[in-house]
């Protein structure tokens, strides 16, 4: 069983930036592919950016493109996400998630708490 813990939430202005990780325990995840997901209050959770096992192919949501980078360090069993010019759209929980190559929230196992990024105007 994997455990995720996301972590570097927090409170920013308009145009700032956080880099939020996604610490992994009880077994590798360097095998697995890696999302990001974020849900703002009574939307859906939606995807933001998905890295492969080796890390060399990656994905984003068009509204986070440009501005958002996922990467994996597989030696600490860690994922991160730099979020730079953050909007107040940008504001919700964001958590972390094993799973297959897809958008679909549906296609991801084990899922993190989750970390809250508030943006404000």
């Known amino acids: 069983q994997v455990q995720l813990v996301e972590s570097g939430g927090g409170l920013v202005q308009a145009g700032g930036s956080l880099r939020l990780s996604c610490a992994a325990s009880?077994?590798?995840?360097?095998?697995?592919?890696m999302g990001w997901f974020r849900q703002a209050p009574g939307k859906e959770r939606t995807f933001v950016a998905g890295i492969t096992a080796s890390g060399r192919t990656t994905n984003y949501a068009d509204s986070v493109k440009g501005r958002f980078t996922i990467s994996r360090d597989n030696a600490r069993n860690t994922v991160y996400l730099q979020m730079n010019s953050l909007k107040p759209e940008d504001t919700a929980v964001y958590y972390c998630?094993?799973?297959?190559?897809?958008?679909?929230?549906?296609?991801?196992?084990?899922w993190g708490q989750g970390t809250q990024v508030t943006v404000s105007s």
């Open positions: 998630a094993t799973g297959s190559i897809s958008y679909d929230v549906r296609a991801y196992d084990y």
């Open positions: 009880g077994r590798t995840i360097s095998n697995q592919f």
